[in-house]
């Protein structure tokens, strides 16, 4: 690494992590600071499904070879899109009318657990991470920038700040004057997996299997089951149940609650559901159930603030998506290849690269809010007044 100073990172989630791999291949030098004290911290979160941009953006960024053992972790799975069943009689209530809009590479619906896509994005840059470093605040001046942490301390000073922490973000809040909001749908969602002999009567593909019985509201599950994977009893499967506002209700709102609140919250969910579903959560790895609260930014689009020229945004932290239509982290490497592009051009940290990213980040992410909160007003049940609804 040269001996100019760091970019200084915000979090140690997906987007953070490719945009580490990108300045690493550029020579550029760069700490990352994360509030856990590790990996397996928490719970990893559920399955994601990759679309064209997101893989396209994460081949741009790496190397040939962690490119390749990305690949080969990634779930291929066939079939011509999403199948949805009624939960309660077990009967099909539509087939794909859209055969290629889950798939990308190959005609496949490519996912991978993000746990392990975190992992391999880390690879060679465990060293440039501090643990326990939860960052509240920045200071800058014309030279650098410092990261404020909770305990009062500050950071080396740095070329450039990027908040890739999530919807929780103090730094987007500092620097967009709080006009960056994250709104509070009111859905619910747990995640929880199980071995994939319990999807043996679902078979290959991608599945909605929806309850629209109850008269609190709807509750859905969603995942997706590959060949290659759905006839070994070694290998556990992800699904993700989201409830309408109001169903699913965490003990205290306590949503860093993993175990057996959650899993026993899914079995009176779907106790009312078809024999051919019931494996998925009469065997599901109960301590890997947790639960999850659904936000969205604001729909009509990112927010415009005053550029600062040495602290950005990406991923959750300037966009945050419902599920619905898993745009979500295949917007946020988007904005890594984006950002990395920009300063590996730059030969590093230089005026107008933050004003530039900003720029060409707020098209695609605006039009992927929209579509991700418009999917989900249906399939949830969400309704958000960008003036009056709450903020989290």
């Not at 030098?29 to 941009?53: C, K, M």
């Not at 746990?115 to 880390?122: E, L, Q, S, T």
């Not at 593909?205 to 089951?225: A, C, K, L, Y």
């Not at 959750?316 to 984006?338: E, F, Y």
Request: include cysteine; hydrophobic fraction near 35%; glycine fraction near 10%.
């Amino acid at each position: 690494m040269s001996a100019t100073k760091p970019v200084l990172i915000s979090g140690a989630g997906l987007a953070s992590l490719l945009l580490a791999q990108s300045l690493r291949l550029a020579n550029i030098p760069f700490r990352i600071f994360e509030r856990d004290a590790s990996f397996v911290f928490r719970a990893q979160g559920y399955r994601l499904r990759l679309s064209t941009e997101g893989l396209d953006a994460i081949e741009s960024v790496l190397d040939k070879e962690t490119f390749q053992r990305f690949w080969d972790a990634c779930g291929k799975t066939g079939g011509a899109g999403l199948t949805t069943y009624n939960a309660v009689t077990g009967e099909i209530t539509s087939q794909p009318a859209q055969p290629g809009r889950l798939t990308s590479r190959n005609g496949m619906t490519i996912g991978i657990a993000r746990g392990d896509m975190r992992r391999i994005f880390a690879s060679n840059c465990e060293d440039h991470i501090e643990w326990n470093k939860h960052v509240t605040g920045y200071e800058v001046n014309d030279d650098g920038v410092r990261a404020v942490f909770a305990d009062g301390s500050k950071s080396v000073e740095g070329s450039l700040l990027v908040a890739g922490d999530g919807i929780y973000s103090k730094i987007a809040k500092q620097l967009s004057n709080g006009k960056l909001k994250v709104y509070d749908t009111g859905a619910r969602g747990i995640h929880g997996q199980a071995p994939s002999t319990a999807f043996r009567e679902l078979g290959e593909g991608v599945f909605m299997i929806r309850d629209q019985s109850r008269p609190d509201g709807s509750v859905s599950v969603i995942t997706n089951v590959r060949s290659g994977d759905m006839h070994n009893p070694d290998i556990e499967l992800g699904w993700t149940l989201v409830g309408q506002p109001g169903v699913v209700k965490p003990p205290n709102d306590d949503y860093t609650i993993i175990g057996s609140h959650a899993a026993d919250i899914v079995k009176e969910l779907t106790k009312s559901w078809h024999p051919r579903f019931k494996p998925l959560f009469d065997q599901m790895n109960v301590k890997e159930t947790a639960f999850w609260k659904i936000t969205c930014s604001t729909p009509s689009g990112v927010t415009e603030w005053p550029n600062q020229p040495r602290v950005t945004l990406i991923g959750d932290a300037v966009h945050s998506m419902t599920p619905a239509g898993g745009i979500g982290a295949n917007t946020a490497v988007r904005d890594s290849a984006l950002l990395g592009k920009l300063l590996r051009e730059a030969g590093g940290f230089a005026p107008g690269v933050t004003e530039a990213y900003e720029k060409e980040m707020r098209v695609y992410a605006s039009a992927a809010v929209h579509q991700s909160y418009s999917s989900a007003t249906g399939s949830f049940g969400i309704k958000i007044d960008e003036e009056s609804s709450n903020t989290v």
